[in-house]
């Protein structure tokens, strides 16, 4: 369903309240969970697609507001860095 840019502002708030309450502390607990050397549980993997599959539909929303291109650019970032470790922990076990 695409979204006016009328609307744009309000969910931006949501998606930006939402990265702060919700998915930032606990992409930061995997981080530090697989920095230790541990894998991810296949709810930690759950979590992980359902982040990687809202970033696809936010995407024309981005697109749109390319000032929180480079924040997005980070989060991705910080979630592949978690998803590369995770994987590296996996093959060492």
């Given at each position: 369903m695409p979204h006016s840019?009328?609307?744009?502002?309000?969910?931006?708030?949501?998606l930006v309240e939402r990265l702060n309450t919700q998915r930032l502390p606990c992409a930061l607990d995997l981080k530090k969970k697989v920095d230790g050397g541990a894998t991810l549980s296949d709810f930690d993997m759950r979590f992980l697609e359902d982040?990687?599959?809202?970033?696809?539909?936010?995407?024309?929303?981005?697109?749109?507001?390319?000032?929180?291109?480079?924040?997005?650019t980070r989060?991705?970032?910080?979630?592949?860095?978690?998803?590369d470790k995770a994987t590296n922990n996996e093959n060492k076990a």
């Open positions: 840019s009328d609307h744009d502002p309000g969910l931006i708030q949501v982040v990687f599959a809202d970033a696809q539909k936010i995407r024309p929303l981005i697109e749109r507001h390319p000032e929180y291109q480079d924040l997005v989060v991705i970032h910080l979630y592949k860095e978690i998803l």
